[in-house]
């Protein structure tokens, strides 16, 4: 699959799975809520810990999960998951933490783990976020980019669902 390609099927799958969300605010997942202001003094962290800055050029990246515990943040990655034309950690897991409004998502894979930080703040069960990478181990060190992520959760059962990442990452 070329590189144009790709890019149009991920955003036919973005734009498909936002249009399944309705309007019907009553449906709100709790644990997002709208980031809270923050001081100087909350906002540092060490240079190991935060992506620098956006590669000046890489690969297109599409990651799908299917979340089975929010409350958890609990998943697996999808097997259709890519990073440029190769597999992207077929076989794994998806982990994490929230502080506040702020996600941290760890893809455990076979050749190491990519953590990820975002923060959702629409109270529905369709929700979407800018993501950036934190901090790679194994296959994915140095790694570094973003992008916007989307998540479906089910009506009948809002912990459960699922998630598109896409952007560009690169060294």
Not at 47 to 63: K, M, R
Not at 128 to 135: I, K, N, S
Request: proline share 5%; glycine share 14%; with cysteine.
């Amino acid at each position: 699959m070329t590189k144009v390609r790709l890019v149009i099927a991920v955003t036919i799958a973005t734009t498909g799975l936002t249009a399944c969300g309705g309007d019907n605010g009553g449906d709100a997942r709790p644990s997002t809520i709208a980031p809270a202001e923050t001081s100087a003094e909350d906002t540092s962290t060490s240079a190991e810990e935060t992506s620098t800055s956006a590669p000046v050029s890489g690969d297109a990246i599409l990651i799908e999960t299917r979340i089975t515990n929010a409350k958890r943040h609990t998943g697996e990655v999808l097997d259709l998951s890519v990073i440029g034309e190769s597999a992207f950690c077929r076989g794994g897991e998806s982990r994490g933490s929230s502080e506040g409004p702020t996600i941290t998502a760890t893809f455990h894979c076979p050749g190491g783990t990519l953590r990820v930080q975002y923060a959702p703040t629409q109270p529905s069960l369709v929700q979407g976020a800018l993501w950036e990478v934190v901090r790679g181990t194994g296959s994915f060190k140095g790694l570094r980019g973003g992008g916007s992520m989307v998540a479906k959760f089910e009506r009948d059962n809002p912990d459960s669902g699922r998630e598109v990442f896409t952007g560009t990452v690169g060294e």
